[in-house]
């Protein structure tokens, strides 16, 4: 069982950057699709995007398309969320998840993933 574990975030300015990191403690991410959410106040979690149990392929929400980039190491132990280009709209608490094979390539809903990191702040000043 591998549960995740984030670092990296803090408050920044509009249009600065920020990497997130997301640390499998117990285990590697090897098999397991990595997904970043984000939960804003108020509102529901959603999908940041997401990479395959075999770094092959990806996938971005579209309001951070071309914006953020998601990579995960050769070793499966880190997965990264690199953000440039932030803006106000993309404060919220980020949330490193972990799907099992079975789940399919990259899974979209927070209900798909089976292991959960405890969140990290990120808010993007004005």
């Known amino acids: 069982q591998v549960q995740p574990v984030e670092s990296g975030g803090g408050l920044v300015q509009a249009g600065d950057s920020l990497r997130l990191s997301c640390a499998a403690s117990?285990?590697?991410?090897?098999?397991?699709?990595v997904g970043w959410f984000r939960q804003a106040p108020g509102k529901e979690r959603e999908l940041v995007g997401g990479?395959?149990?075999?770094?092959?392929?990806?996938y971005y929400a579209d309001s951070v398309k071309g914006r953020f980039t998601i990579s995960r190491d050769s070793t499966d132990k880190s997965a990264h969320l690199q953000m440039d280009s932030l803006k106000p709209e993309d404060t919220a608490v980020y949330y490193c998840?972990?799907?099992?094979?079975?789940?399919?390539?990259?899974?979209?809903?927070?209900?798909?993933?089976?292991?959960w990191g405890q969140g990290t702040q990120v808010t993007v000043s004005s």
């Open positions: 998840a972990a799907a099992t094979p079975m789940r399919g390539n990259i899974p979209t809903t927070p209900a798909s993933y089976d292991y």
């Open positions: 117990g285990g590697t991410f090897s098999s397991y699709a």
């Open positions: 990479i395959s149990w075999s770094g092959r392929n990806t």
